[in-house]
Every structure is written in structure tokens, then in C-alpha cells.
């Protein structure tokens, strides 16, 4: 506390405290006010961006398993009055409930949390570490059939958690808050549908969708259950092996892929691979251009379930700050967005969803 009061801190300007604009008291209860955010500290000096950028990385790059999550600059570890971490649900709840009060059109960026109570495994530790190795490559996919191989004999077992995955809290809380006029724009990393599902209409599938494939070449499209069909007619032996579910269909299992026989498009003899951005990719225009819409029509973003290390999610993250929007987060562990953040909880989702409902009038 004493370093924030220092007047030689990044964070702390002497002309602040001596117009009472800047309240110790408030800092200690580690709590939100929005009439903080009122006030624009930030804007009067008491924090900017360009201290606390990360690294930005190219579209879906993916940082390496063995990177730490110190990915901020070290003038961002200072902890910044009105952000401290809040992690009980009365609390999130209270503040959520006030935040989108404050700000009524919301850009909300959801990741694999929100999934997760539904059976759908997530990718990354609280730490924002991954707790696998990395998904495939998009130029690895493309450029190699054994990887093509081993990634589809892997599908044929896993898929099935994707394909079974029913709604959970999180997506019906959120479909509610958008029916109750509180998300303008809901712009999901998760390509399982299930926002769709829960009711959710203003929905962008920024990285796609997994339940459909598509020819690389001729560009023909069909539904991935069908391509599925293909495959376990064509392998026998894989489509009866058992293995642990990992994130977006795949599966934890390693054996001898080289008999797995590849279903390739029946019009073109080109590859086929799911209607999704894989790493190392590049999100298509059309999708970048709907969610930047969506941010400008915002007044405010809201992240939840998503560490945002992934780059296209966190550009809108950046882009809202830069904008002099404020960002806030929901999310069990650190995000990439944290030296961003207006407002930063970290509980259960879906127990402070449902409570920030209850306080604006819609049911649990």
C-alpha cells in the first residue's frame, strides 16, 4: 500500500488524493466501485496501458509449454486500486451486478470455462499454463498425413464428449442476461455451440465451428457426424478404442496410427479438416470485422472463461482499453488481460452469473 502512495509510483498522483478522488479505505475492502470508474482515475494518470502491454503474439500463436504466466511487463505486478482480485460469489455477484448496470452494452469474450461444467475439458491451469501439450498446427495438419491421421483416429474416440455436451449454467445465464438487454454481442473462442443451444442469439463463433468440415481445396462443407460415419466404416478397430476426453474432441490416445485410413473429399480428393481455426491460424475476416463491430457498439467488455492468452480474443481486450473502455474478467486463474482489467473476479462462473441475475431482477 505504501508503495501506491509514493509519489514517484506510476499509479499514484499526488493532485488525486488531495481532491479525495482516490480512497485508501477502498483498496483495503479489495472491493469495486463503479463511481470510481466515474471519476476516470485512469484517465487523470492513475494508470495506462502502455505500462503493462504483454507481448503481443501473431494470430493464435501459442507460447511455448514451458513459458511461465510472468507475461506482463514487471511494472504491470503492482497491484492497482479498484482491481484487486475478488473471489467470493456475494461479492463477484454484487460487483457484476453493478458493472453491468453501469455499462448496459456489452461485448462479452467467453473461452472453455463456460464449457467445462458441460464435460468439455479446458486447456490451461489457473496459472494460464497448458495442462497438455499444445493442439495440433494448422501448417502441420495441412502439410502432413500422419498427423491428419493421428489427429482423426483421435477424433473418432474423443468427439463424442463434444457431440453429447449438454448447456450448462453459464450458457443459460448468459442467453438470460442477453434476453434481459445486457449483452449486445457474445463473441466465443469455444466452437461446441452450446451458446446457441442455451438460447444466446448474438452470438460470433470467433474460431468457428467443430461440428462442421470442410474441403481445403474445393471448399464443400458437410456435418462433421457425417464424416465420422465414413471414418468408423472405414476403421473398425479405432472407432471401438476407449480413451480420456481432452479439450474440443480430441482424446488422450497414442498407439500406432499408421493403418488409420484418412476420408478425403469425395468431390475434389482434397483435405478435409473441421470448420475451425486450429493454432497457428488466421480467424477469417468476416469474423474479426463482426466482432470489432460488436466492440463498437460496446461500452464495455466483459471476459469470462478465457485465460486470453490466445491473441484474437485478446485483441478486443486491448482494443476496448486503448478505446478507454473498461474491461472486466470472470475467470478461475490469471488472463493475459490482467494489467487491463477495471474489475477482476475470480469464483465458480456460474454461481455468480446466477447471482448477478438474481440482483438485476432475472430469475437464478
Not at 457484476?96 to 491451469?125: E, K, N, Q
Not at 495442462?131 to 502439410?143: E, L, T, Y
Not at 474416440?157 to 449438454?166: C, D, S, T
Request: aromatic share 8%; glycine share 8%.
Amino acid at each position: 500500500m505504501c508503495s501506491l502512495l509514493h509519489s514517484s509510483c506510476h499509479y499514484y498522483r499526488p493532485g488525486l488524493y488531495k481532491q479525495g478522488l482516490y480512497k485508501p479505505s477502498l483498496y483495503k475492502q479489495g472491493l469495486y466501485k463503479p463511481s470510481l470508474y466515474k471519476l476516470g482515475l485512469y484517465k487523470h494518470g492513475l494508470y495506462h496501458h502502455s505500462l503493462a502491454y504483454p507481448p503481443v503474439l501473431e494470430e493464435n500463436a501459442v507460447p511455448p509449454v514451458t513459458a511461465k504466466p510472468d507475461y506482463r511487463d514487471s511494472r504491470a505486478n503492482a497491484t492497482l486500486p479498484g482491481v484487486e482480485t475478488i473471489d467470493s460469489i456475494d461479492a463477484a455477484g454484487l460487483a457484476l451486478a453493478d458493472f453491468l448496470r453501469d455499462h448496459p452494452r456489452l461485448l462479452v469474450i467467453t473461452g472453455a470455462g463456460v464449457s467445462t461444467d458441460s464435460g468439455i475439458p479446458d486447456y490451461r491451469d489457473a496459472a494460464g499454463r497448458w495442462k497438455r501439450p499444445p493442439p495440433v498446427q494448422h501448417g502441420d495438419f495441412m502439410g502432413s498425413l500422419a498427423v491428419r491421421r493421428r489427429y482423426w483416429a483421435r477424433a473418432l474416440v474423443g468427439f463424442k464428449a463434444l457431440r453429447e455436451a449438454q448447456v450448462g449454467g453459464a450458457h443459460r445465464a448468459l442467453a438470460r442476461l442477453e434476453a434481459l438487454g445486457h449483452v449486445d454481442t457474445l463473441v466465443t473462442q469455444n466452437v461446441d455451440r452450446l451458446h446457441q443451444r442455451a438460447g444466446s442469439r448474438r452470438v460470433i463463433d470467433l474460431h468457428g465451428r467443430a461440428d462442421l468440415v470442410k474441403c481445403m481445396q474445393c471448399g464443400y462443407s458437410m456435418m462433421r457426424h457425417a464424416l465420422h460415419d465414413q471414418l468408423a466404416r472405414l476403421n473398425p478397430a479405432f472407432a471401438s478404442l476407449k480413451a480420456q476426453h481432452a479439450p474440443d474432441g480430441d482424446a488422450d490416445l497414442e498407439t500406432d496410427f499408421a493403418d488409420f485410413k484418412v476420408h478425403d473429399c469425395q468431390r475434389c480428393g482434397g483435405i478435409f479438416k473441421p470448420d475451425v481455426v486450429f493454432y497457428g491460424d488466421v480467424v477469417p475476416a468476416i469474423r474479426r470485422q463482426q466482432a470489432e463491430e460488436g466492440l463498437a457498439r460496446a461500452d464495455a467488455v466483459l471476459a469470462i472463461g478465457t485465460s486470453l492468452m490466445v491473441f484474437s480474443g485478446y485483441r478486443l481486450c486491448r482494443q476496448a482499453h486503448e478505446r478507454g473502455m473498461p474491461v472486466a474478467a470472470l475467470n478461475l486463474g490469471v488472463t493475459r488481460a490482467d494489467p487491463l482489467l477495471s474489475l477482476k473476479l475470480s469464483a465458480p462462473l456460474t454461481a455468480v452469473l446466477e447471482d448477478t441475475l438474481a440482483r438485476l431482477g432475472g430469475s437464478r
